[in-house]
């Protein structure tokens, strides 16, 4: 498989800064170049809406069979954020900063402070699925501005979040959505409450849309499912009849993605590997992708004698390597990141995963988070209307 590293002059985090330079508000990272940010200043409106697991490849081959808004209004592709997992990355864009700045390195995270592995994004015990109820929660380790607190300044703009029912009261949403008006998205579709949004009254609006499909059902079909060529065209319907009713209103959509899916061809359960578990001094966190590991010191030649049996399907870097790769991208690292990088690394090159058994049973049939081109490349789309 293709591997493709994060480029952190045309990847998520430069789409991000495009939407602040648009309100002039600077960045220390560069906007795209294939957006034109003088034309998107004139704009009265400016949506950017995330498809979790759309990734570039995965709609250019939907675009084969079909006549598709979605692929014909593809203006490049550019790579998601390592690791190339929603935590990471919707964090990257709503941040603007890079995961070495802003430290969310994936969806478990080991936090010494709380002495548990906690799922970052809903903020939940990662072995128990309890949500942690503590004075500690994500705005407690993660201290950063937002996008929408940076857009703030920005006279007479009203800035809103779209977002999945279930998602739009968990602690980080509360926290990186704190100075927008968050908007459920409960029966009707999420572009039509965008259409609402724009046309209610006559202000400025910037609107950030947050949609997890098809990501929450890849995991479990695969990505030549008919659940997602289906999906696929119910959202190039649902578009035409938005680009359509709106026409005139002087909106910028820019559609993206967080990252793409790589279909799960092999899996190396745990119980092949008994020494190498027994190596390592916590549980491996924090993706079944890319895990990092804090392997001990006497088990140093143990582990090596393990990792043989997967050398195919992952790659192996010691701290100094990894961070001299510069994966996680540029910047003043994050105080927490230390924390979560262990002394080695394990990063997914093919279409293997390898799983836990304390972490449970991966039954996922499609997966993210290594450096494949499938999960690495998403869309870049723009439609004027």
């Given amino acids: 498989m293709k591997i493709v590293y994060p480029n952190y002059k045309n990847s998520i985090v430069n789409l991000s800064s495009t939407i602040l330079e648009a309100y002039d508000i600077k960045s220390n990272h560069s906007p795209l170049k294939q957006i034109n940010i003088s034309e998107l200043k004139k704009k009265k409106n400016i949506i950017l809406m995330i498809y979790d697991g759309l990734g570039y490849n995965m709609l250019k081959n939907y675009g084969k069979s079909e006549k598709s808004i979605l692929c014909s209004n593809i203006i490049d592709r550019i790579t998601s954020v390592f690791p190339s997992t929603t935590s990471t990355a919707i964090t990257s864009i709503l941040s603007n900063l890079t995961p070495l700045e802003h430290g969310v390195l994936g969806w478990s995270l080991f936090f010494k402070e709380l002495s548990r592995v906690v799922d970052v994004l809903p903020w939940r015990d990662s072995f128990t699925g309890d949500i942690i109820n503590s004075n500690m929660n994500f705005q407690s380790f993660f201290k950063f501005e937002s996008i929408f607190d940076k857009l703030q300044k920005v006279e007479n703009l009203k800035t809103y979040y779209i977002l999945p029912n279930d998602l739009s009261s968990n ?215």
């Fill in 171 to 385: 602690s980080f949403s509360k926290n990186m959505a704190a100075n927008a008006d968050i908007v459920s998205s409960k029966s009707e579709s999420i572009i039509k409450q965008i259409e609402k949004i724009v046309s209610k009254d006559s202000s400025r609006k910037f609107i950030f849309v947050y949609n997890n499909m098809p990501d929450s059902f890849l995991h479990y079909k695969g990505s030549d499912s008919i659940d997602l060529y289906e999906f696929l065209k119910e959202e190039d319907e649902s578009l035409s009849s938005f680009t359509e009713n709106l026409m005139g209103s002087d909106t910028s959509l820019i559609i993206s993605s967080d990252h793409g899916m790589v279909d799960i061809k092999k899996r190396f359960e745990v119980n092949i590997f008994d020494k190498l578990y027994d190596s390592l001094l916590l549980p491996p966190f924090p993706e079944k992708r890319f895990l990092s590991l804090f392997v001990k010191d006497e088990n140093i030649d143990i582990f090596f004698e393990e990792f043989d049996r997967i050398k195919d399907d992952f790659i192996l870097l010691d701290k100094k390597s990894f961070l001299k790769d510069k994966l996680l991208g540029t910047g003043i690292p994050h105080k927490k990141i230390n924390d979560f990088l262990g002394n080695y690394f394990l990063i997914a090159k093919s279409d293997g995963i390898l799983d836990f058994t304390i972490r449970g049973n991966c039954s996922f049939v499609s997966a993210h988070a290594g450096i494949c081109d499938d999960e690495m490349n998403v869309p870049l789309i723009q439609i004027n209307i």
